[in-house]
């Protein structure tokens, strides 16, 4: 029975992820991804499954204790009262079901074709970890198995003769004892830092923030499937930059001017303090409506990410989101000063592909495409 409990569960989880993968383009576009985050889990609102219930026999239909005669339909016409009559259409069903973010990143991979994430081969940590695999009949009190033993001095008694269903004590022995054993397991550990950067001018409206908010959403539920130890950073700019928290990024807005050059030089400066290139997996991504306040700031933009940020980083993604306001230049003086979308000296790391790429972002709709142009490489 449990094991058709297990069954009928396993197959309702692959009907919620076929919803799940069906509509995923309308859950990014839409802002509909997030109903509730909790730990480690999201709640995603699914149209159409219906929520497994008891089936009752052949005799539903008939009258159970209380007033009518036997085999009278329930419900029979002329027992309503009343002018009002209910309507004939059946409702959508909406609920809320609870998907791990992992779960969320699977699906995300095989709906995009992702490939796994390879990370740089000198940035392997190797962790050990004590798994518990086994009983063993020695071993430190703090590992005594109760279970384990109490079975053994049951069975020990029953035995001998010795086990009185009138007075059921059951007092293990020595032999009796049993404990939990464990062996070493030596797991690749690989860490990740993701640091965000944002244009938060005047031309950086709430939309343009909605856009990112989701954007940055999956590319996190992605790198943390494929690491163990992820850290973000934040940073946001207008014409100075500065490092925030996640809720900060996510909802500040200045009036001021753009010089994207401040972004990316504070994020040199948290790379050189804290994340060793040769510890860690380095990504960077920063989201901007492509305008910056002048040539000279683009030609010093080119050089900081030439000399200091492509040469260290897996990644450097430039996700340029549509607005009114912006002149959309940016990303064409990228284009132009890195071709290949590699610095001049790459990293052994970068003979995959380019280590810089961008995308545009000019509605909800394109952000599934953004994310396939960002981790198709496999990065």
């Known amino acids: 029975m449990a094991l058709k409990i297990s069954q009928d569960h396993q197959r309702f989880r692959q009907i919620v992820k076929g919803r799940i993968r069906r509509d995923l383009k309308r859950f990014l576009s839409r802002g509909e991804l997030i109903g509730r985050e909790g730990k480690r889990l999201v709640s995603i609102p699914v149209h159409d499954v219906d929520m497994p219930t008891f089936r009752y026999g052949p005799n539903q239909g008939s009258v159970g204790m209380g007033e009518g005669e036997e085999g009278q339909a329930v419900g029979e016409p002329g027992q309503g009262s009343g002018d009002n009559t209910g309507g004939e259409q059946a409702g959508r069903h909406l609920f809320e079901v609870d998907v791990s973010l992992e779960e969320l990143a699977d699906i995300l991979a095989e709906e995009l074709q992702l490939p ?13 970890r004590d798994k518990y695999s086994g009983i063993r009949s020695a071993g430190p009190d703090s590992l005594r198995h109760f279970k384990r033993s109490y079975r053994e001095a049951l069975k020990r008694q029953l035995m001998l003769g010795l086990y009185d269903p009138a007075n059921p004590v059951i007092v293990p022995i020595r032999r009796d004892l049993r404990y939990r054993s464990w062996n070493e397991t030596k797991a690749p550990h690989s860490n ?11 031309s950086m409206g709430g939309e343009q923030k909605e856009l990112v908010r989701l954007e940055a959403f999956w590319i996190d539920t992605w790198l943390r499937r494929n690491y163990e130890g992820i850290e973000s950073r934040y940073i946001v700019h207008d014409v100075a930059a500065k490092e925030v928290d996640k809720e900060a990024f996510y909802s500040l807005r200045e009036d001021g001017g753009t010089r994207i050059s401040s972004a990316f030089s504070s994020c040199k400066k948290l790379l050189e303090e804290k994340y060793d ?25 080119v050089k900081i990410l030439n000399e200091d940020l492509l040469p260290v980083c897996n990644m450097f993604g430039y996700c340029q989101v549509a607005s009114a306001y912006g002149s ?4 064409n003086v990228l284009h132009e000063a890195f071709p290949e979308g ?21 509605g909800r709709d394109d952000i599934m495409d953004s994310l396939r142009t960002f981790f198709t490489p496999g990065r």
């Open 342 to 362: 590699r610095p001049t000296a790459p990293a052994p790391w970068h003979d995959k592909g380019p280590v810089l790429i961008t995308s545009r972002v000019n």
């Open 116 to 128: 796994r994430i390879q990370p740089k081969g000198q940035h392997h940590l190797t962790t050990v």
């Open 192 to 202: 990740a830092v993701i640091i965000y950067m944002m244009d938060v001018s005047g």
């Open 277 to 301: 290139p040769n510890m860690w997996n380095v990504y960077l991504f920063h989201f901007s409506d492509g305008d910056n306040s002048s040539e000279a700031d683009n030609r010093q933009c």
């Open 328 to 331: 959309g230049n940016f990303i």
